[in-house]
């Protein structure tokens, strides 16, 4: 069986790194405070322009993609389902992966080596620019474990999800969708959704 991961908020936790390293920059460069700690991107986080959350970004994604940890245990999870035979997918959205550029392969580069530095094992990497859906069911995805609100709706009424919780997806609810909030949390749930599945 197939289960896909996403990167971004589920083995890195974005949410706590967007409001720490955006709480110093915002307030540094804008004089802005958190305005909604419910936001998923940092425009609605801190309320300013896109061009800020660019520049924010611009400063501060490399020092994210090379710097900031795995979740805690999400190594040691991983490992232990690929153990238990089933198949690893990383599908990512993160930004430039999906561009035939000079920052793209970049990226793309950043990431390959950032999951081999934290051990984290999978079978197959796919980088999509946001249709999560159409890439599980094009490559057989069992289940998807998945941070952002409009993927989760999106994917749940044709492919179990695990929602990992955060601020900005606590109010994402509905069938197919379980809720989670550690790896081993994660585990425990995928055990209990695909071995139904099997029977």
């Not at 994210?64 to 990383?90: D, N, Q």
């Not at 890439?135 to 695990?162: G, R, S, T, W, Y």
Request: hydrophobic share 35%; charged share 30%; aromatic share 12%.
């Amino acid at each position: 069986m197939r289960i896909g991961i996403n990167v971004d908020g589920v083995l890195t936790d974005i949410e706590r790194w967007q409001l720490d390293y955006g709480s110093k920059y915002f307030l540094s460069n804008h004089n802005r405070e958190i305005a909604n700690h419910k936001g998923y991107e940092a425009m609605a986080i801190f309320n300013v322009e896109a061009e800020s959350e660019i520049n924010f970004w611009n400063k501060y994604l490399k020092l994210y993609v090379t710097k900031e940890p795995p979740r805690p245990f999400a190594s040691e999870i991983i490992k232990k389902l690929k153990k238990e035979g089933y198949e690893i997918y990383i599908i990512t959205a993160r930004s430039f992966t999906t561009e035939d550029t000079k920052e793209g392969k970049l990226m793309r580069k950043l990431l390959l080596r950032w999951l081999k530095r934290n051990g984290i094992a999978y079978d197959k990497i796919l980088f999509t620019k946001n249709d999560k859906l159409e890439v599980c069911l094009e490559n057989k995805i069992d289940l998807m474990v998945e941070d952002k609100p409009e993927n989760i709706i999106a994917i749940a009424p044709k492919i179990p999800v695990i929602c990992f919780h955060s601020n900005y997806n606590e109010e994402v609810t509905g069938k197919n969708i379980t809720r989670c909030y550690s790896w081993y949390d994660v585990y425990v749930k995928i055990k209990s959704i695909l071995d139904n599945k099997k029977k």
